[in-house]
């Protein structure tokens, strides 16, 4: 059975920093694209950021996060971390990781995790 879970969601405070991880069991991840996605109280899903597979590696961010999150690979752990910092009370929301055969809108993910939420606060 394939499996996406997030982890590392939590409550921090603005300016702070949170490590995502997105783990998969029953396949491996480095043949797939990995997107994060993230959907706030009332807003619809957004793609934060994505990563190709490990045949080019390309990396992806919205506008909104650029320079302050990062996105990688631990083949060896099977993971795919999302790395924030810089926090702003908006990227409060609930954190999916997907994958799918390459980098898309959520429309084009095959498989979702069940979401990590993250919140922004003092």
């Known amino acids: 059975q394939l499996q996406l879970v997030e982890s590392g969601g939590g409550l921090v405070q603005p300016g702070g920093s949170l490590r995502l991880s997105c783990a998969a069991s029953?396949?491996?991840?480095?043949?797939?694209?990995i997107g994060w996605f993230r959907q706030a109280p009332g807003k619809e899903r957004e793609g934060v950021s994505c990563?190709?597979?490990?045949?080019?590696?390309?990396?992806y961010f919205a506008d909104s996060v650029k320079g302050r999150f990062t996105i990688s690979r631990d083949n060896a752990k099977n993971t795919v971390n999302l790395q924030m910092n810089s926090l702003k009370p908006e990227d409060t929301a609930v954190y999916y990781c997907?994958?799918?055969?390459?980098?898309?809108?959520?429309?084009?993910?095959?498989?979702w995790g069940k979401g990590t939420m993250v919140t922004v606060s003092s």
């Open positions: 997907a994958a799918g055969d390459w980098c898309s809108d959520s429309s084009g993910m095959d498989y």
């Open positions: 029953g396949f491996t991840l480095d043949y797939y694209a």
């Open positions: 990563i190709s597979s490990s045949d080019d590696g390309n990396t």
